[in-house]
């Protein structure tokens, strides 16, 4: 067992171990440098070699030395020095007579632990240098961040209030009312998204409870004309009468669903359209789901891209394209216990089928 002070004046173990092994025991013992009663402590500071050898089967002096003696296995044991650059440490080594350890033996042992020691410490050296410029380059990622949010809520800021401008013109439209207060609530969303993205993650607080056709008709009706009426594309959207509450949050479904509109979209040509239906229950595998199959009849995808659909790699549609889209769709639905199917056929077509499980299903 090898122990090292740190700079509380505590010694602790150099390797850590799970709680109930004799390392872990150990560590709870909380040993201190400066404890006038323990030998492993009076080794450590006096780097002389001391022993622990209970008379009779009693503690002693010190009632953590003889715990330590218990776990360690042994009679008793002996504790070396192997202190290095001022950082006070001991091995601890169990025995079952006094002498069992001769100088030799001491000095065979010394060298190897005391190898082991720097290649310890080394070790640790290099993971707090990790670690600190892991923490600086967070933080300057986390200040880039922030800055950019500042930034892109100046235009957000007149977005909104040109929409207000538009709705106090027009108090008299319902639909354009609807629609306002629909345009309102995204700029919120971005807004909360881009506010919150210099912020380290935390758990989602979101209800995993999500009724499926109504976020459709909201998709629809904020990117149904930029996605595919501008472009003289068709989406239709069909769902079953009483589809039960899928077990996912909204916002989880919500960028999957539009990361599979806007790939649609880019691949369809003007006058092909995106079918989007919704079933009421179906099961699989055992399990209460709700469906909703994207079909369209598009070119299809081929046959390198169907090999491996679902991983990121570099997108052929340039701009800002990234190619992780559906990477990204797959790993928001595995989080949620759901799953996603692809079909496909060059000249026919690509259809999607996903399966959201029913609330009370999980």
Not at 110 to 135: C, K, N, P, T
Not at 176 to 190: A, K, P, S
Not at 274 to 283: D, I, P
């Amino acid at each position: 067992m090898l122990l090292s002070a740190d700079g509380a004046g505590r010694l602790a173990p150099m390797l850590r171990m799970p709680p109930g092994s004799p390392t872990g025991l150990i560590e709870e013992l909380h040993l201190r440098l400066d404890d006038e009663t323990s030998v492993i402590a009076l080794c450590a500071r006096s780097e002389q070699v001391t022993v622990f050898a209970p008379q009779g089967g009693r503690p002693g002096r010190s009632l953590a030395d003889w715990q330590v003696a218990r776990w360690l296995g042994g009679r008793g044991f002996c504790c070396l020095p192997l202190t290095a650059n001022g950082h006070p440490s001991v091995a601890l080594i169990a025995i079952e007579q006094d002498d069992e350890l001769g100088s030799e033996l001491q000095w065979r042992y010394a060298a190897l632990l005391g190898a082991a020691v720097r290649a310890l410490r080394a070790a640790l050296r290099q993971q707090h240098a990790l670690a600190d410029r892991e923490a600086m380059l967070q933080q300057r990622f986390r200040e880039h961040v922030r800055k950019i949010a500042h930034e892109a809520t100046n235009p957000l800021t007149v977005l909104k209030s040109r929409l207000e401008m538009l709705g106090l013109e027009r108090p008299q439209d319902a639909p354009l009312q609807n629609e306002m207060v629909l345009l309102n609530t995204e700029l919120d969303r971005i807004d909360n998204l881009l506010r919150s993205a210099g912020d380290l993650p935390v758990e989602a607080v979101e209800p995993a409870r999500c009724r499926v056709p109504e976020l459709l008709l909201d998709l629809r009706s904020i990117y149904g004309d930029a996605l595919f009426n501008q472009h003289g594309i068709q989406l239709e959207l069909r769902a079953a009468k009483g589809v039960p509450i899928a077990a996912i949050p909204p916002s989880a479904l919500k960028q999957v669903l539009l990361n599979l509109f806007r790939n649609a979209s880019e691949a369809l040509l003007p006058g092909q359209r995106l079918v989007v239906s919704v079933s009421s229950q179906v099961s699989v595998d055992g399990r209460s789901c709700v469906e909703i199959r994207l079909v369209d009849n598009g070119p299809g995808l081929p046959a390198d891209r169907m090999a491996d659909l679902f991983s990121p790699r570099p997108s052929s549609k340039g701009g800002g394209h990234q190619g992780v889209g559906l990477s990204i769709v797959r790993e928001i639905l595995s989080r949620w216990n759901a799953t996603i199917l692809c079909r496909s056929q060059p000249g026919s077509g690509t259809s999607f089928q996903v399966f959201l499980p029913l609330e009370h299903s999980l």
